[in-house]
């Protein structure tokens, strides 16, 4: 039995298995048996109200999860799927409430990843049920932390709770999928990623709204402290960085700091780490800079505020929850 069929069979058996999507690491589980959904929540400390993206191996699954599907869904799931856009639509009848949040809609993606797509085919393959074929994968990683995109991510933060990992090396765009609710009147990204609003606003004929209004669905990563650090993390304009860093090492604290370009002085209680200042490689790395840069025991990282440009939106918004969460 290959790695994929095993995964297949453990995710049958109800277990946990972490798998590689192009975005981040997912850890996986039968969308449909809650007994294994019960166990994401547990391995990562997720409250029981965030509700979970369930991935798909196509869009010809679509009516095995969601109900009322407008036109919109099925063009954006033929221009970008396999790909990192999430579509909230109105839940079908069976999807389980701890999927879901207790909503009535629920998330659907299908990943840009060979890896996860062999595993979603192996296993909905074995899976004709209503909702046979979905796996619900939150990022594999304890709630609120930094998300992995390396299966060494995975194992350093979630070792023996997951069954098995696969490993389809680091994480092709490194951030999560943009979401966008379809399941009222008008679309609506609610968190963005590296699929822009263009894009999408030429496949829908008009540009989505940003953000959600007060009676909008609950998503996963739209908390205001998320995708943190354990050390502290402070967003900084590039003009204010240096002057930043020199006063919190005159404090006494060891500094880490991830920048385009280094301060004219580096002290020798400072690390700087060389960032990309290009959106999509910046975004491909941020995770796994954060994650070595929270690894070197500092007091503070400091992070060049991103520019404030559409290229950029979904980085910013990471790095804004980061901040918060990391206080």
Same mark, same amino acid.
């Given at each position: 039995?290959?790695?994929?069929?095993?995964?297949?069979?453990? $995710?049958?058996?109800?277990?946990?298995?972490? %798998?590689?999507?192009?975005?981040?690491?997912?850890?996986?589980?039968?969308?449909?048996?809650?007994?294994?959904?019960?166990? /994401?929540?547990?391995?990562? #400390?997720?409250?029981?109200?965030?509700?979970?993206?369930?991935?798909?191996?196509?869009?010809?699954?679509?009516?095995?999860?969601?109900? +009322? /599907?407008?036109?919109?869904?099925?063009?954006?799931?033929?221009? %970008?799927?396999?790909?990192?856009?999430?579509?909230?639509?109105?839940?079908?009848?069976?999807?389980?409430?701890?999927? *879901?949040?207790?909503?009535? *809609?629920?998330?659907?993606?299908?990943?840009?990843?060979?890896?996860?797509?062999?595993? $979603?085919?192996?296993?909905?393959?074995?899976?004709?049920?209503?909702?046979?074929? !979905?796996?619900?994968?939150?990022?594999?990683?304890? %709630?609120?932390?930094?998300?992995?995109?390396?299966?060494?991510?995975?194992?350093?933060?979630?070792?023996?709770?997951?069954?098995?990992?696969?490993?389809? !090396?680091?994480?092709?765009?490194?951030?999560?999928?943009? /979401?966008?609710?379809?399941?009222? !009147?008008?679309?609506?990204?609610?968190?963005?990623?590296?699929?822009?609003?263009?894009? /999408?606003?030429?496949?829908?004929?008009?540009?989505?709204? %940003?953000?959600?209004?007060?009676?909008?669905?609950?998503?996963? #990563?739209?908390?205001?402290?998320?995708?943190?650090?354990?050390?502290?993390?402070?967003?900084?304009?590039?003009?204010?960085?240096?002057?930043?860093?020199?006063?919190?090492?005159? +404090? !006494?604290?060891?500094?880490?700091?991830?920048?385009?370009?280094?301060?004219?002085?580096?002290?020798?209680?400072?690390?700087?780490?060389?960032?990309?200042?290009?959106?999509?490689?910046?975004?491909?790395?941020?995770?796994?800079?954060?994650?070595?840069?929270?690894?070197?025991?500092?007091?503070?990282?400091?992070?060049?505020?991103?520019?404030?440009?559409?290229?950029?939106?979904?980085?910013?918004?990471?790095?804004?929850?980061?901040?918060?969460?990391?206080?």
């Amino acid at each position: 039995m290959n790695e994929v069929s095993r995964a297949a069979a453990l $995710l049958r058996a109800g277990e946990l298995v972490a %798998f590689p999507t192009e975005t981040v690491y997912g850890l996986g589980a039968d969308a449909s048996n809650p007994q294994a959904i019960a166990k /994401i929540f547990a391995a990562k #400390g997720r409250p029981a109200d965030h509700p979970l993206i369930v991935h798909l191996p196509d869009a010809s699954h679509l009516e095995r999860w969601a109900v +009322d /599907i407008p036109e919109a869904a099925r063009k954006l799931a033929a221009a %970008f799927w396999p790909g990192p856009l999430t579509l909230i639509l109105k839940r079908h009848p069976s999807v389980l409430d701890a999927v *879901t949040g207790g909503q009535d *809609t629920v998330g659907l993606r299908v990943p840009n990843h060979p890896l996860a797509l062999q595993l $979603l085919r192996e296993f909905g393959g074995a899976n004709s049920g209503a909702n046979g074929g !979905g796996l619900a994968a939150p990022s594999a990683n304890r %709630f609120g932390h930094v998300s992995p995109t390396t299966a060494a991510h995975v194992r350093e933060e979630l070792g023996g709770t997951v069954a098995m990992i696969l490993d389809g !090396g680091p994480c092709a765009v490194g951030i999560e999928s943009t /979401i966008l609710d379809l399941s009222g !009147g008008e679309p609506r990204i609610l968190r963005p990623g590296m699929l822009d609003a263009e894009a /999408i606003g030429a496949v829908l004929g008009c540009l989505p709204a %940003f953000g959600g209004e007060q009676n909008a669905p609950r998503v996963s #990563g739209s908390l205001d402290a998320h995708y943190a650090p354990s050390t502290p993390l402070q967003l900084v304009a590039a003009a204010d960085l240096a002057a930043t860093a020199a006063q919190a090492l005159a +404090d !006494g604290r060891r500094v880490a700091v991830l920048a385009p370009e280094a301060p004219v002085h580096i002290h020798q209680k400072m690390v700087w780490s060389a960032a990309s200042a290009d959106a999509a490689q910046f975004a491909h790395e941020l995770y796994a800079r954060l994650r070595e840069l929270d690894a070197l025991g500092c007091d503070l990282i400091l992070v060049a505020a991103p520019p404030a440009a559409e290229a950029w939106r979904a980085v910013a918004d990471r790095l804004r929850r980061a901040a918060a969460g990391s206080k």
